[in-house]
């Protein structure tokens, strides 16, 4: 039976109680497929906070394209592992502002009222590489809201103690839940994997998408030149606004991008299309990438080896057009290049990286706020490349740009798009 969200904002109970039931935006097995058919609302239980872990009322949530990911069920079904099997449903968003409601035993840092982000990345506290590596190696490590249910996209989530960040007050309750699990994974690639420094060059691809948003504006807060690849010039003026060098639009090379189906011949073209990129490239940056930033896998990788300089880095962390990558690997010893995987970040790093935002020297990038309604559709255009930059969700926040205690400059708005 379809749910009644007019009413979303409004709630009958105080902090530190929670109601029975609440709207949810649901992804089932037998519904895998196109994100606008998958997401359905429904009414669910309100999940009761564990100890160490806490209920905080969802007031904006961030869209990803890990829930495209889930809603197609590909590469794999979210339902076949993390808590999906206990619960049978997945309520995806690994990204949100909101307010603590209910805290669960052993919590002390946060109290009811606590205005909060959330970073998406979970861990068990028993799991030793948490102590003393990394919670990113440790087996438990799942990605809130995609790996795990009781994501964002509902009027409550769950989550643990330690994905709680305190909300930027200069930000609206949509434009803090547009950006963590995007600029907390740039962040990660790039300051901590790649050591990013004053006068490196950066080649960053989908430089007007999420990840690239944040990667431009971290080169450019670092000191560091950058140029973004983007598929429309009004992706370009937005990546050269957020501080990139210069830009390239990728319609102009569509021959480098690999299909792994090339002929010899037609491999040997897009090869010689790769050189004339990687020498556009050089023109803008003055010499080769130092740092090449990929997510796009399958496609660009083979020229992303080829075009980082020798000795230089490859930090990926995704392989949204294919991720059976291939790639003449001659490129990589001969000039003792380097592959650096990278997965979102942990705790400490989206605490630092919050404090820039905190402070204005980096901002998020939100291109649309959807209504709660929003939720399948925002997908949908996502998966379709029909968006630019970020887009929010409004939950148990009334209006567009609620939620600011602060003065400051807020998001920077992607006027362009569809
Ligand atoms: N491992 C992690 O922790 C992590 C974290 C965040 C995201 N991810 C993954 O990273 C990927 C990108 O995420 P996102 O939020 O940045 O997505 P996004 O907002 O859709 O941006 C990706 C950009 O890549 C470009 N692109 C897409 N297909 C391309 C192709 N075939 N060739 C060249 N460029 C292409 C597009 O830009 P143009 O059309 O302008 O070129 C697009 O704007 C997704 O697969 C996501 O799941 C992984």
């Avoid at 409004?10 to 935006?25: H, I």
């Avoid at 429904?42 to 829930?67: H, K, L």
Wanted: charged share 20%; with cysteine.
């Amino acid at each position: 039976m379809p749910l009644e969200t007019a009413d979303i904002t409004k709630l009958s109970v105080e902090p530190g109680e929670l109601p029975a039931s609440m709207a949810a935006w649901v992804i089932r097995k037998e519904r895998e497929g196109e994100p606008i058919d998958a997401f359905q609302i429904e009414e669910v239980d309100v999940p009761e906070p564990g100890p160490f872990e806490v209920t905080v009322r969802v007031m904006a949530a961030g869209v990803n394209y890990n829930n495209v990911w889930a809603a197609m069920g590909k590469p794999v079904s979210v339902f076949d592992y993390g808590d999906h099997p206990e619960f049978g449903h997945h309520i995806g968003g690994s990204d949100a502002s909101g307010i603590v409601w209910k805290v669960g035993q052993g919590v002390t840092r946060w109290q009811h009222g606590d205005e909060v982000v959330i970073h998406c990345n979970q861990a068990s506290y028993e799991d030793v590489e948490v102590h003393g590596l990394d919670p990113l190696a440790a087996p438990s490590q799942r990605i809130w809201g995609y790996e795990t249910t009781w994501g964002s996209f509902a009027q409550f989530t769950r989550v643990q103690a330690q994905q709680l960040l305190r909300k930027p007050p200069a930000l609206s309750w949509d434009e803090a839940a547009s950006y963590g699990l995007v600029y907390f994974t740039a962040y990660r690639m790039l300051i901590d994997r790649c050591a990013l420094k004053a006068g490196d060059r950066v080649l960053v691809w989908g430089a007007a998408g999420g990840l690239g948003v944040f990667a431009t504006q971290l080169a450019a807060a670092a000191g560091a030149q950058s140029v973004g690849v983007v598929s429309s010039p009004e992706k370009g003026a937005l990546v050269e606004q957020l501080g990139a060098t210069g830009w390239i639009d990728r319609s102009e090379f569509a021959g480098m991008m690999r299909t792994g189906t090339e002929t010899p011949e037609e491999e040997r073209a897009r090869q010689d299309e790769a050189r004339r990129f990687s020498k556009r490239v050089q023109e803008i940056l003055g010499a080769a990438p130092d740092i090449v930033f990929e997510h796009v896998g399958k496609a660009t990788f083979p020229t992303s080896v080829f075009v980082v300089k020798p000795f230089g880095k490859v930090v990926i962390c995704a392989g949204t057009s294919g991720y059976d990558v291939d790639f003449d690997v001659r490129y990589l010893w001969m000039r003792q290049k380097e592959i650096i995987g990278s997965h979102f970040a942990n705790a400490y790093e989206c605490q630092r990286a919050n404090e820039l935002i905190e402070q204005h020297l980096i901002r998020p990038v939100l291109w649309r706020t959807f209504g709660f309604d929003g939720v399948a559709e925002a997908h949908q255009l996502m998966k379709e490349n029909r968006h630019l930059g970020k887009i929010a969700i409004l939950v148990g926040a009334p209006l567009e740009g609620a939620g600011r205690t602060a003065e400051g400059p807020g998001a920077i708005r992607a006027e362009v798009g569809i």
